[in-house]
């Protein structure tokens, strides 16, 4: 099955400053990549999400990138803001297989936004 | 829109009591139902995926007679934890998601349950 690797586990930014959090994936199947920001005591919500046939996206202060052959993706956040703190999950699966798409997390990175 | 619902948010029960947990779409038909368990500052692990009107598959390791899942609709899903015992105390997260894979899971708020 897939295997979803997240660093680091926590990261305190200086507000305005940018934050990256990566993550890599073990199945090559996968092509679907959301990643979900989780507020203390809240429901993970999709903040950006990027397909294989594309190698970047960006909404915003927020983009992501893709490296199928390396199998890694990052999240980069630029200007950060207070309100960007909370626990931010990556995520991998594949849509190939039919009936069985479902996601895997990564384990999670605390964002702490320091102002 | 797309808002997914739980009931309840948290249940405090006895060891050895039964628990059944709702999560609802509240304005969307949600053709596939995931439920997840997180345990404190940890991640996502997914228990079991659940279509509407067929038998849920449960992720390995994941007991199906203790962690009993019911898709009787395209807007309800329960999670039912028989003979909870204290170490089933976590934190319950369903989502739901319209038709293909690519379409967004929403997430539920969360039940957040302890067995004494």
């Known amino acids: 099955g897939e295997n979803v690797e997240q660093h680091p586990s926590t990261l305190s930014v200086q507000e305005g400053d940018s934050a990256v959090i990566k993550c890599t994936y073990s199945?090559?199947?996968?092509?679907?990549f959301p990643w979900y920001k989780q507020e203390l005591g809240k429901r993970p919500q999709l903040i950006i999400d990027?397909?294989?046939?594309?190698g970047e996206k960006k909404d915003q202060r927020i983009a992501v990138t893709l490296n199928k052959t390396a199998k890694h993706f990052s999240l980069h956040i630029t200007e950060t803001q207070p309100e960007d703190s909370a626990v931010y999950f990556c995520?991998?699966?594949?849509?190939?297989?039919?009936?069985?798409?479902?996601?895997?997390f990564g384990t999670g990175t605390r964002l702490t936004i320091i102002p | 829109g797309a808002v997914v619902s739980q009931h309840p948010s948290w249940v405090i029960c006895k060891s050895g009591t039964s628990v059944k947990i709702e999560c609802r779409s509240l304005?969307?038909?949600?053709?596939?139902m995931f439920w997840y368990r997180q345990f404190p500052k940890q991640s996502l692990m997914l228990m079991a995926t659940s279509n509407e009107g067929s038998k849920a598959t449960y992720e390995q390791g994941v007991e199906k007679d203790k962690f009993l899942i019911n898709h009787a609709s395209l807007t309800l899903s329960t999670l039912t934890v028989t003979s909870a015992h204290p170490e089933d105390s976590s934190f319950y997260i369903c989502?739901?998601?319209?038709?293909?894979?690519?379409?967004?899971?929403?997430f539920g708020p969360g039940t957040r349950l302890t067995v004494l």
């Open positions: 199945d090559s199947a996968s092509n679907y």
């Open positions: 989502s739901a998601r319209v038709g293909g894979a690519y379409n967004e899971q929403f």
């Open positions: 990027i397909r294989s046939n594309v």
């Open positions: 995520a991998a699966m594949s849509t190939l297989n039919f009936g069985n798409e479902k996601l895997t």
């Open positions: 304005d969307f038909q949600a053709t596939t």
